[in-house]
């Protein structure tokens, strides 16, 4: 008989084969752990999204908005700036919720929290995933502090949480670390009582955090504040730019009044604005020879009397009306082209506005916009080295890194064409086409001042006529006679697709708010529902 050797396995191989399957249950076990805490971070977002829809809806119904159970306060020289506590069977039953939320994996309550008029609030709760983490935890721990929806700030403890116990910043112990959780989920720390000297830049970097909707109010029809208002909520915006006239004679004149009704009535519609829980920021209109002249052809021929007056003008506003109604931004100029170069005069401006008058809110500078392309006629138009001098003088002009954000005046001519596809416009804002100008990048040359300044840009007065070749001159309502309301609704579209997910665009604010007559007007017009959809 012939016996067969059997082949067996040897101690390596075993070895080998048990550590490949230790690492695939190793991979599978972390794949569904991070499945598992995924899902469960999906299920705190869905509460967080409920929670705010009954709490906007019992806030129209009753007019505040309820007090937090086992609430906190903070608070500065015991005037009360949050309450801070916890979503717990009190607050559902105020707002019509049957059963009161937890978290899935811990079982805790929601964070809430209002401000002292409760009239504002945000909610807080742990999730185990950051939003845009590339690396996802083995193990289910939910740690990670993430506001919802609101528009206010939250302090936290060193380790994260809602203080237990009632906090004056004033008294605050000066070796104590807290935590600010803006709501854009960036967050500081802060000892003691160094957040009193912080708490109006953090609510100004809490405000800068988050998505503006911003419309301007005209300066010919600011006594109409129930009309501004009523649309401002029909586009569903959060702030509205209030213009006061300033009136100046004639376009070489340093003599500056502000035009006291208009004074008076924006003092109104500011107190309006804010009741209804609409942010606003302040423009000093320069109103040149009774609205006849554009405020870009001013050209005093005393510039340093100009630059004076124009501070008192601003002093008289900031006491009047910025600081009494606790306005969130302020211009200090806007389009005054023929003076801009002269920057150290600027920054003499906004340095009085920070530090004399301590306004602390934000302040802007709108500059307007620009041609840096030549055109071509039967030669090359030479102008072309005097056009790209000019903008990079405008790029490079120190001021800007003075201010808070940058407004650019949006009136680029881009497309020809009377009705121009959103492709062709996208096209045309990187190689504009138009009155034989070619070749000019309006996006690479916006973006530049990002780019330079690290502030962020937003368009103020972006119209655009309901007519035929609106692309063409933006700015002049008489380019046709022919309506056309799909055109000014796709080039609103095609702005918001072509900046709204862009990190140094800030929204734009669209000339007019409650004009009727305007064919820049975009209310009961398809362009209202493209704008308004952007607004939710």
């Known amino acids: 008989m012939i016996l067969h050797k059997q082949k067996a396995f040897t101690l390596v191989e075993l070895i080998i084969v048990i550590t490949i399957l230790a690492t695939l ?71 019509w919720v049957s059963q009161t939320p937890k978290d899935p994996l811990s079982g805790k309550n929601i964070y809430y929290v209002i401000n002292k008029n409760q009239t504002e609030f945000q909610l807080l709760s742990y999730f185990e995933n950051q939003v845009s983490s590339l690396i996802d935890p083995i193990y289910a721990n939910a ?27 004033q008294e605050a112990n000066s070796g104590a670390v807290y935590k600010i959780l803006y709501a ?3 967050s500081i720390s802060l000892k003691g009582t160094s957040i009193e000297h912080s708490l109006k830049q953090i609510e100004k970097n809490n405000w800068f955090s988050l998505q503006i909707k911003w419309w301007n109010a005209s300066v010919w029809n600011l006594a109409d504040e129930q009309k501004i208002l009523e649309h401002a909520q029909a586009l569903g915006l959060n702030t509205v730019t209030v213009p006061v006239r ?62 004076t007056n124009w501070e008192n003008i601003l002093w008289i506003l900031i006491d009047e009306i910025a600081l009494p109604y606790d306005i969130q931004w302020l211009y200090i100029a806007s389009n005054l082209v023929n003076l801009e170069w002269l920057s150290s005069h600027w920054m003499s401006i906004i340095n009085f506005v920070k530090e004399t008058k301590q306004y602390n809110w934000a302040v802007i500078y709108r500059t307007n916009w620009w041609i840096t392309t030549p055109r071509w006629t039967s030669v090359w138009d030479t102008s072309w080295d005097y056009l790209m001098v000019a903008y990079n003088n405008k790029l490079n002009n120190p001021l800007f890194w003075e201010v808070d954000m940058i407004a650019v005046s949006w009136y680029f001519e881009l497309s020809p064409l009377n009705e121009p596809t959103l492709d062709e416009v996208k096209t045309a804002i990187k190689f504009t086409q138009v009155h034989n100008q070619r070749w000019q990048n309006v996006y690479q040359e916006v973006m530049n001042f ?21 692309a063409a001159q933006p700015w002049n309502n008489l380019t046709a006679n022919t309506d056309s309301q799909l055109n000014q609704a796709n080039l609103f579209q095609w702005y918001l697709e072509t900046f709204w997910e862009t990190e140094w665009f800030w929204w734009f604010s669209v000339f007019l708010l409650w004009h009727d007559s305007s064919e820049y007007n975009i209310i009961w017009k398809q362009a209202q529902q493209v704008v308004t959809n952007y607004n939710k």
Request: charged share 15%; aromatic share 12%; hydrophobic share 40%.
């Open 25 to 95: 249950a190793t991979i599978a076990f972390m794949s569904f752990s991070s499945y598992v805490s995924k899902s469960r971070d999906t299920q705190r977002l869905s509460t967080l999204t409920n929670l705010e829809k009954w709490l906007v809806s019992s806030q129209i119904t009753t007019g505040k908005l309820p007090l937090p159970d086992n609430s906190i306060t903070i608070s500065s020289s015991w005037e009360i700036l949050l309450h801070e506590g916890i979503f717990w069977p009190q607050v559902a039953s105020l707002i």
């Open 143 to 169: 740690n990670i502090p993430r506001t919802q929806w609101g528009k206010i700030w939250v302090i936290l403890d060193q380790n994260n949480q809602i203080p237990t116990t009632s906090l004056d910043i």
């Open 184 to 186: 854009n989920n960036k």
């Open 246 to 307: 300033i009136d100046i004679p004639n376009v070489n004149s340093e003599i500056i009044t502000i035009h006291q009704q208009s004074k008076e009535d924006a003092k109104i519609l500011v107190q309006l604005l804010r009741k209804n829980n609409i942010w606003v920021i302040l423009e000093p209109y320069p109103f040149m020879n009774n609205g006849d002249v554009s405020e870009t052809l001013n050209n005093p021929t005393n510039q340093a009397t100009f630059f």
């Open 450 to 470: 990002y780019s330079k300044w690290n502030k962020p840009v937003f368009f103020w007065e972006l119209w655009f006529p309901s007519k035929t070749w609106a």
